[in-house]
Structure formats: structure tokens, C-alpha cells
């Protein structure tokens, strides 16, 4: 049929006169008779691209960034249509932006590659869509997507909503919820909504109660479960309210199929959310200490309230030895991994040496064990801010023996890959072994220390195939109890400048989930105890009514092209 693209049967050369052929093989005869070149029937392929995307709505489509893509013309001759665009790509476009970030990238490893692939859901994969379009969006200046990332947000809040409201007796694959709902709370950070913030806290809590630990036990629900907890305990720590994770059996049985497979964080995640029930504790007992009325004795009170806090300090003391364990055990199996090469540190901060006191740089073999280390330090300090604030005069001899006790009961497990070696065998350098100082200061600056390896390596360690949760809360910390020294305060900033993922990261100044209210004089230079073991006023350093409850800082992505001063989102309340 002549004249109608894709059906006509004709030789090339009746095709080309626009006449009927009588199709003839080898050549058709009308050609013959009227003089022409039959040039056969054989079709010469054509290459064609059709767009109905509009054209230069945003940087996207500009021929730039086409030409970006493809330089210029194939070895065949051919160039693509000047109407090319990604318009049929713009989902991945988005995916591949959001993975860029890469705090999310590993605090969401397994249970986002495989939500943004639709695997875990259609839920779990508008959520992941929402939140890339959002990311996008937020980090280019256009509006239009962020519009329809905002749009696919409602719709699956809606459906979230539908979903948690349905019979609670029904728990067959609720436990997927949880990875939409971690979405979601990483969409209402970028967009600083705190009402929803707390709402989702409340989902993942929900979840979790509703489908019990057994439902986390396969991957990737398992990478889900422990980040769900890292982002429950954020606002449990602000809150001072104990969390039922601390529980023994959410403890244990998600790892219950291979408890040897547990991960070095999550074994510091276990201590760490027991923090929020010790904070709990130690605010009941400053409300206690005051008589409720005429008639209560006050040397009965106080006498109870002696009581609570050798109490609590005996709490706190054992999440101390087990962290202290937790270390020997680590340097055991991981201690030749961890090197220190006496390069200058000019790469961060002139005043790196002058701030630190030391000369040696940290050198990882895995940024895993970078993250271990920084995260034991985190849960360090909370520790032993606390004893300090309860005990001031007894906190020294308290670290002092949970350190020597763990020094003479540690052996390394038969489970180990190491060889056997007594604890005298075992070097802690470059690192601080446990007990070596009862400063608060001491975790801080190696915290600091390690990450000025991290920071050199954001984009290596996106790589990795591990998952860490809380990646900035130890520099968090670290920049509260080094709030005093501009030295250390310079270091951090130049080193958390490295990148526009965490640029500006706490410099509005405060603490993070209040943990500067907890940090004493003494616990940052304990010389200042007298010779008859009392202290000193114990005065806070300087943070109160500054502390506030950073976004957790996994779920975080400032806003690049506004600047690191809105990268530091807050809430003010607990779920």
C-alpha cells in the first residue's frame, strides 16, 4: 500500500516514484518497461526517535547535558534527534541523585537498593520515588518536582494510614511496612516536618511491637529492623524515656538464626538503648529528691535518693564493663586494621595537631571499623558524662574498675578468628585503650580523629557493603564536649566541609539530643577534683537551654544550593 509508512511491499525505486509496484521478484517489471533501476526490496535500516516531552522545561532536556550523554555522532553516522531527553529515564535519574547522598546510601543498605528496585512493595517503592523526587527537586530548585514528589508523598501517606489502621490481629507482612514508613521519615527531615516526624516515630514503633523481633530475622528486613532502631533511640535519648528495645529478646532474636553473624554495631546498639532508660532513671531521682510536702522528712528522702543513685550508678557501671568488653573483643579480632602513619594533617586543618596532640593519622583497612570505633566512643561519653553528673567524687574509681575488671576477664572467644593471646599480648595504639583516660575529652578527639580518615573517604565508603546507622551522632557529641576549644571546633568544621552531604552539620551551635546537658567540668578535666575527693561546682558547660533534637542525622540531606545553614533541621518534642 503506497503512501502508508511501514505497509507498502513495493521495490525501493516505486517507493521512491510514489507509484504502485507490481512487485515482481527480482525486479518488478513496471520499472523495467519505464526505464528505471530496480533497487530491489531489501529495507535499509532507519533510525528514528519520536519525543513528546516538552522542550527546555528545565536543565534536564538543555542540549548541554545532552551532549553530556552523548558527545557526538556513533561510528554508524548517527547522531541523536536534537529532541532527545531524559524523560523516560527521569526516575532513575532521580534514584541514582538520592543514592549520591551517601549517609543514606549505606544507613538504607539492602532495604532501599531493593525498595527502589519495587521488590519489598508498590508502597515501599512511591515512597522511595517521593523521596527521590523531593531530594531532587529540593537540591536543583525545581519546583515542578518537588511538586509531584510531594503529591506521591500524600498519596502514600494515605495509604500508610489505611494499611497501619486495619486489624491489628492481622500481622502477615507487616513487618514490610516498616521500610515505607523509614521513607517516609527520611522525606519529612528534608522537609523539616516535625508533626510528621513524630507521627512516623510512632508508625516504626507500632510496627515493630505489632509484628515482634522474630518478623526481622531475614534480610532485608533485618538491615530494617536495626535501622529502625538507631532512629528510635535519637528521640528517646532527647525524650529521657526508657525504650522497649532495650528489652533482652529485641536484643537477641533477631540474630537468633545466626547469632555469630551479628554485626560490631549492632553490639553497640545494644548498649546504647539501654542509655534512654539509665537518662529516665536519673531524672526521676532529681525530681525525688525534693519533699512533695511539710510532712515528708527530708533526711528520709535524701537517704532514698543516696540509695537510687548508687543504684543507677551500679546500671551504668555494667553497660560500662560491657562496652569495655565490647572493645577487647573488637581489638582481638580487628586490632590489625587500625594503623597510624606520621603524615602531616594539612588536608583538614592547620590546627588538627594543635587540637588533638597527636601527630599520627588513623588508617582503616574498612570504613566499618572507622564507624565501630566512632560509635563505641559515642556510647563512651554517654556513659561516663552520666557518672560524672551522679557520682562526681566516686566516677574515676567506678571507670577505673570496669576497666581493670575487663582487662583480667577478657580472653578472646573460641569463636574468634585470631590467634589466642593474653590481654597482656594485646596493643591498643594508635588507638586508646579502655580506661586509659576518664575525660570525657579523650573519646571526643578520637572520634574526631577518626573520622578526619572518613571524611577523606565519603565517596569510598558509599562502596561499602556494610550498613552503619548513626554516621555523624559521634561527631555530634564530639563537637559538644569540644564546644570550648576553637581549635577542635575549626577541625570539625573544615572536616565535615569535605562534603555538601554533611556540610554544616550542628553548626547552629546546642547539642545533639541533649547530651551537652549532661557534660560537667569535671567530667572534662577530672585534675580539678581536690585531694579530699569533693569537687568543685560541678557547673554545666555552658549548653543550657541550647540543647535540641537534631533530625536523625542518617535520614538528613541539606538543602546544598541554600546553604549549610539550613542543613541543621530540628524537633523540638518527642513522639
Known sequence: MVGVAGRSKGCNTCRRRRVKCDEAKPQCQRCTKAGFECLGYERATQWRYISVAPRSISPMYAPDFVNSLQPGPTSMGFAPSPELSLVGFKREVYTAHMFGNF?????????????????????????????????????????????????LYGKCLRVLADELGKDGTTVHGSQRLVVPILVLMMVSAIQTDRTAARIHLRAIGKVLKLCGPEAFQQQPLLNAFEAARATLLIPSLFSKRRTFLEEPHWQEVPWALDPLAKPAQSLLLDILVTVPGLLEEDAHIDVTIQPNNDLQSPSLSLDEHLTRRTKLCGHIAAQLQKLY????????????????????????????????????????????????????NAALMWLMALLWKIEPSKAASIIDNCAQRTAITSVPSSTRSSPVLSPHDIVFEPLRRPGASSSIRDPALEVCRVFDWQCRRHEQNATSAEQTCLYLFPLGMARAVLDDDPDAQEWIDNMLDTSPITAGYGGQGGSIVGFGSYITEVALDPTIMDCEGTTTQATQAGTFGKTHLAFPTHLRQPDISAGPSNSTSVVSTSP
Open 103 to 151: 549517609v543514606w546510601k549505606s544507613y538504607g543498605y539492602l532495604w532501599l537498593d531493593q525498595a527502589a528496585e519495587g521488590k519489598l512493595g508498590d508502597l515501599s517503592l512511591d515512597a522511595v520515588s517521593a523521596l527521590a523526587q523531593l531530594n531532587f527537586g529540593l537540591s536543583n530548585r525545581m519546583q515542578d518536582i518537588q511538586l509531584r514528589g510531594a503529591a
Open 325 to 376: 568488653q565490647w572493645r577487647w573483643d573488637w581489638q582481638y579480632e580487628y586490632g590489625q586494621c587500625v594503623t597510624a602513619s606520621e603524615s602531616d594533617w594539612q588536608s583538614n586543618s592547620s590546627d588538627s595537631r594543635g587540637a588533638c596532640g597527636e601527630t599520627a593519622q588513623l588508617q582503616f583497612s574498612r570504613s566499618v571499623f572507622a564507624n565501630d570505633i566512632m560509635l563505641y
